[in-house]
């Protein structure tokens, strides 16, 4: 699974203030496939981060073998030629999967080159389509995008047969079980 955050945020407005709020938008796409996972956060923190893959395993009904995310520090802590260090939490998050983190080396975009040419579809499919719509809640925001998503993934490919969800269909049997329970997050502090 290679994962990103979308370049275009999605956007909400304050029920009280009408101030326009941007909401980041956690993209996830399976490399075979191409099938997609989308949704919206109000942060790009370590909570939605890990929320983000929790909900996308969920929507995947499995777990991949790899994932590949960017360098964020959410993420990776630090990426060498010899080294990658990894957020506490993000390693336990695929502890807990059973999943590698490969993190993408950086400036090489072509290393999640699924995601990066699905969060340009996604920002133009889903996004453009919803951009002069006002939403007022996260949930309803994310209704809407599940709802573009599911055409997303179901629209016919241009140049060969089937769709992302057909080719899905197909991909799905490599897929992990899920674990029995979902990730959950633990902060980590240190008492002074």
């Not at 945020?9 to 099938?35: N, Q």
């Not at 790009?44 to 790899?66: C, E, I, K």
């Not at 975009?109 to 920002?123: F, L, R």
């Not at 991909?171 to 008492?191: C, D, K, M, Q, V």
């Amino acid at each position: 699974m290679e994962v990103d955050w979308a370049g275009q945020p999605a956007h909400l407005v304050d029920t009280d203030t009408g101030e326009v709020i941007d909401a980041p938008v956690f993209v996830a796409a399976l490399p075979y496939s191409g099938f997609a996972y989308a949704e919206a956060f109000l942060r790009q923190d370590q909570a939605a981060w890990l929320a983000a893959h929790v909900n996308a395993y969920n929507h995947f009904g499995g777990v991949t073998r790899m994932l590949v995310p960017d360098n964020l520090k959410t993420g990776v802590i630090k990426h060498t030629k010899g080294e990658v260090v990894l957020n506490k939490s993000y390693q336990e998050m695929a502890e807990h999967y059973g999943t590698a983190i490969l993190p993408a080396r950086v400036r090489s975009p072509k290393d999640k080159a699924t995601v990066e040419g699905s969060v340009g579809n996604i920002s133009t499919f889903i996004l453009a389509a919803i951009r002069n719509q006002k939403f007022f809640s996260l949930k309803e925001l994310n209704e809407v995008i599940r709802e573009r998503l599911h055409a997303f993934n179901h629209k016919p490919f241009q140049k060969k047969d089937g769709s992302r969800a057909t080719w899905f269909a197909d991909e799905r049997g490599s897929l992990l079980p899920l674990p029995r329970n979902p990730y959950e997050l633990a902060e980590w502090r240190i008492a002074t």
